[in-house]
């Protein structure tokens, strides 16, 4: 009777050892191929090679999961570099712990076969945006970039019908449009599209997902083994781009078509080599540009933002 009482004390105690510990992560938006490498860390057991059991919670807005993070309802949240420095303005207790997609996937664009050949064109022309002060900034420093001012074209807030606003020539061009899915989306429906990308106009590189943490966790060791998992499920999913897009399109049914499986494929060159790696020049570099163009007051130390994973 003694032994088998050890034995399950043993067995207990093992499994308490074992167990894994448990991460709440916050996608920016519904399941989509931009997630793809938590998605393949998942499916491959690359968490479970780390110690740990995530659950992936797309939310009802993209703008909450930093927040829900700031309040400790989640553990890692993914956001966008810009909105996360205006964030950090507004007293946000939040700290970058690394990187997801580190090139913006914005861009300008008009229809292939438009009028406008290059940004020189677009004197006059009807420019339909999607809100935020980011889109507006990114287009007037496109422009100036080639000598024309926004005050000569027509601003038009379309909100989030960009293509359908373009399609129907309510608008010349629009900005906002992602370069993995709108592009595709549209040559898919036979209407292609020319596109203007932002850092090849004078707009300076910018992380378009990154992951958060809340400020007091910034150091919990399940966030460096997080972001291995991560860096594995990148590498095998550059290695095998068609066995990861099967498997999330057969747990994802509603998003198995043409159109995502392209932004599968699309998508795979802006994924970062190493999630913990976070570029200082860069990083501050985009946070003076917001500054210089009103978008953020102040310019916050490095470290004040980022938290290096060891």
């Known amino acids: 009777m ?4 050890i034995l399950l004390f043993a067995i207990c105690l093992t499994t308490q050892i074992f167990a894994a510990d448990k991460l709440v992560v916050l996608l920016d938006w519904f399941a989509n191929p ?3 490498p938590l998605f393949v860390a998942q499916d491959q057991g690359f968490f479970k090679q780390q110690n740990l059991e995530v659950q992936l919670i797309g939310p009802a807005d993209s703008a909450d999961p930093p927040k829900l993070v700031a309040a400790g309802k989640a553990d890692i949240g993914i956001t966008y570099q810009p909105r996360f420095l205006e964030q950090i303005e507004h007293g ?10 580190n090139k913006p996937l914005n861009c300008l664009v008009v229809l292939k076969n438009s009028s406008i050949k290059t940004l020189d064109d677009m004197k006059g022309k009807k420019i339909g945006y999607s809100g935020g002060s980011m889109n507006n900034i990114t287009l007037k420093i496109m422009l100036a970039n080639n000598g024309n001012l926004i005050d000569d074209l027509q601003l038009i807030n379309i909100h989030y019908d960009l293509t359908q606003a373009l399609l129907s020539g309510k608008v010349d061009a629009v900005t ?8 595709t989306q549209m040559e898919l429906n036979g209407h292609p599209g020319r596109a203007f990308y932002p850092e090849d106009h004078g707009m300076p590189y910018y992380s378009e997902l990154i992951f958060v943490a809340q400020k007091t966790q910034a150091h919990d060791p399940r966030l460096s083994r997080f972001l291995k998992a991560i ?4 590498v095998y999913l550059k290695k095998h781009p068609e066995d990861t897009w099967k498997t999330f399109a057969k747990n994802h049914s509603e998003l198995n078509d043409e159109l995502n499986h392209r932004a599968w494929t699309d998508t795979l060159p802006y994924f970062i080599q190493n999630p913990a790696v976070v570029h200082s020049k860069t990083f501050m570099n985009f946070a003076t540009f917001m500054q210089k163009n ?15 994973q060891e």
Do not use: S, W
């Not at 003694?2 to 009482?5: H, P, Q, R, S, T």
């Open 92 to 101: 946000l207790p939040l700290v970058m712990i690394g990187t997801l997609i």
């Open 2 to 5: 003694k032994k088998i009482f």
């Open 231 to 234: 860096q594995q499920a990148i």
């Open 294 to 308: 009103g978008l953020i007051k102040i310019v916050q130390p490095f470290t004040t933002y980022v938290a290096l």
């Open 34 to 36: 931009d997630h793809a």
């Open 176 to 183: 906002g449009m992602m370069r993995n899915f709108e592009l």
